[in-house]
């Protein structure tokens, strides 16, 4: 029995999109420069983490993905209708942000330096167009050309889509569970074993699919108790043991934070990734089951309108911000912090203003063709 909407569409998890690409912008436009001011520095603790706005996004993307083909697992056309959709939704914009990128490379052998310091990159060319930019990241110990450096998390997403439908079509509901609890558990083993015994660890523990595959594998787990009504009562009548949860969660990740433990950090490469899983988890399941202010919020209309141009914004907001720190670097190089600073929020306005046209004209067109395939 399923507790899913008829429609499929659940309206608050727009919201919860646009919380996780809000905390992304933020870590790149405010949180992540560093400053000589005492008193910005402090403000600037409580954001320490919005970095992880990419943990919630592999969250959700686990318990959509893992929905559609808990739904269609019987569908005689469940691994092409599946694969036909995902590549109408994300190869077209990504196709041109690539040939973009490629083009962008085409000078530095010419004049080089002439693009700035993150021109070159050691990452083959050949790794960003098969979705394996992130083993190569782990295997070099770089994130390559900065401005392209966010495809890492869409990376492995593709191998978590190469991996979940098979695995989703061939197993029990029992034997799915207990192979996700698995994930979830073999996650913070392997990123420790990693982390002690590569030379890079924290590359080898931030990129690759595996090392990740708890945030994603706790979606698929939400998904599978959505869709037992025995299980999803239960959840309702334990509600405040799932705040309680939460609230243990988020203690944790305060001392994260105030502890200053970054992404290549022990404490994060080895539990807190997990940690910041579980949470995430535990407000999914909070968002689904609740009601009123929080409910309210989630619906916003613009806050569920930025979760819906949320990859496009994801993409290029990196290349924007720079853009417009550079042009203001040329004129005000005296003043570097209110250059990142203000240059970061006029690169996240403009990204917004193009993911908004993107949306509309670019990217929802092929949304429809890829819809065309039924299951």
């Known amino acids: 029995m399923s507790v899913v909407p008829s429609s499929g569409r659940i309206p608050a998890l727009d919201g919860w999109r646009g919380i996780a690409i809000l905390l992304v912008l933020l870590w790149h436009s405010v949180f992540h420069f560093s400053t000589s001011s005492t008193l910005i520095s402090k403000l600037e603790a409580a954001g320490r983490l919005s970095w992880s706005g990419v943990d919630l996004?592999?969250?959700?993307?686990?318990?959509?993905?893992?929905?559609?083909?808990?739904?269609?697992?019987?569908?005689?056309?469940?691994?092409?209708?599946?694969?036909?959709?995902?590549?109408?939704?994300?190869?077209?914009?990504?196709?041109?942000?690539?040939?973009?990128?490629?083009?962008?490379?085409?000078?530095?052998?010419?004049?080089?330096?002439?693009?700035?310091?993150?021109?070159?990159?050691?990452?083959?060319?050949?790794?960003?167009?098969?979705?394996?930019?992130?083993?190569?990241?782990?295997?070099?110990?770089?994130?390559?050309?900065?401005?392209?450096?966010?495809?890492?998390?869409?990376?492995?997403?593709?191998?978590?889509?190469?991996?979940a439908p098979l695995i989703v079509r061939k197993l029990t509901s029992t034997q799915l569970t207990t192979a996700l609890v698995g994930i979830v558990v073999g996650a913070p083993v392997l990123r420790t074993i990693l982390c002690f015994s590569t030379a890079r660890g924290a590359f080898a523990d931030m990129v690759p699919m595996p090392c990740r595959a708890d945030a994603l594998c706790v979606g698929v787990l939400i998904a599978v108790l959505l869709r037992n009504a025995t299980l999803w009562k239960a959840v309702q009548r334990k509600s405040a043991l799932l705040y309680s949860?939460?609230?243990?969660?988020?203690?944790?990740?305060?001392?994260?934070?105030?502890?200053?433990?970054?992404?290549?950090?022990?404490?994060?490469?080895?539990?807190?990734?997990?940690?910041?899983?579980?949470?995430?988890?535990?407000?999914?399941l909070l968002a689904l089951n609740g009601a009123g202010r929080s409910q309210r919020l989630l619906c916003n209309p613009y806050l569920r309108g930025l979760g819906g141009i949320a990859y496009c914004t994801y993409l290029l907001h990196r290349p924007l911000m720079e853009v417009a720190r550079r042009l203001l670097a040329a004129r005000f190089s005296q003043a570097p912090g209110a250059v990142e600073l203000i240059g970061g929020l006029l690169g996240v306005a403009a990204t917004l203003v193009i993911a908004k046209l993107s949306w509309r004209f670019f990217e929802q067109p092929w949304l429809r063709r890829g819809h065309a395939f039924k299951y």
């Open 57 to 163: 996004f592999f969250v959700l993307s686990g318990f959509l993905i893992g929905g559609i083909l808990l739904d269609a697992k019987n569908s005689p056309r469940y691994f092409s209708t599946f694969y036909a959709r995902r590549a109408f939704r994300i190869l077209p914009l990504y196709g041109v942000v690539v040939a973009a990128y490629m083009l962008w490379q085409l000078p530095v052998y010419l004049l080089a330096g002439a693009t700035g310091a993150y021109s070159a990159s050691r990452l083959p060319l050949a790794s960003y167009l098969t979705f394996t930019q992130n083993v190569w990241m782990a295997y070099l110990g770089t994130f390559g050309f900065i401005l392209i450096s966010p495809t890492w998390s869409l990376a492995v997403e593709e191998q978590f889509y190469l991996t």
């Open 245 to 284: 949860l939460s609230g243990v969660l988020l203690a944790s990740l305060g001392w994260l934070t105030f502890g200053n433990y970054g992404q290549i950090s022990m404490p994060m490469m080895t539990v807190g990734y997990s940690l910041l899983a579980l949470f995430y988890g535990c407000c999914l």
